[in-house]
Nanobody, 125 residues
Framework: QVQLVESGGGLVQAGGSLRLSCAASGRTFSSYAMGWFRQAPGKERELVAAITSWSGGHTYYADSVKGRFTISRDNAKNTVYLQMNTLKPEDTAVYYC?????????????????WGQGTQVTVSS
């Protein structure tokens, strides 16, 4: 079993940057594909970025964040990151990290086995 704890959210002005972190418990973190999702009020939870397990050689980004967000992982620290640059008001949401016990990441929230509690990101205009 994996426990996930997100941090790094907050309030930022449009054009600013934040880096989210997701710390995982357990000794098999490297075996999990990881994803970052977000959910804004009244909207469905959507995948923002994902990374394969082990070396994280493959990544996925939603079109809305391509070129602005970067997902990465540090298996030695049991942590996955989401670097968010050039933030926009429409990026405002609760951001969740999720883990899937497989090599390849999933694209929908039901693909994932474990979830963090979420961290709020608010971008002011």
């Amino acid at each position: 079993q994996v426990q996930l704890v997100e941090s790094g959210g907050g309030l930022v002005q449009a054009g600013g940057s934040l880096r989210l972190s997701c710390a995982a418990s357990g000794r098999t973190f490297s075996s999990y594909a990881m994803g970052w999702f977000r959910q804004a009020p009244g909207k469905e939870r959507e995948l923002v970025a994902a990374i394969t397990s082990w070396s994280g050689g493959h990544t996925y980004y939603a079109d809305s964040v391509k070129g602005r967000f970067t997902i990465s992982r540090d298996n030695a620290k049991n942590t996955v990151y989401l670097q968010m640059n050039t933030l926009k008001p429409e990026d405002t949401a609760v951001y969740y990290c999720a883990a899937k016990y497989t090599v390849v990441f999933g694209l929908i929230y039901t693909d994932y086995d474990y979830w963090g509690q979420g961290t709020q990101v608010t971008v002011s205009s």
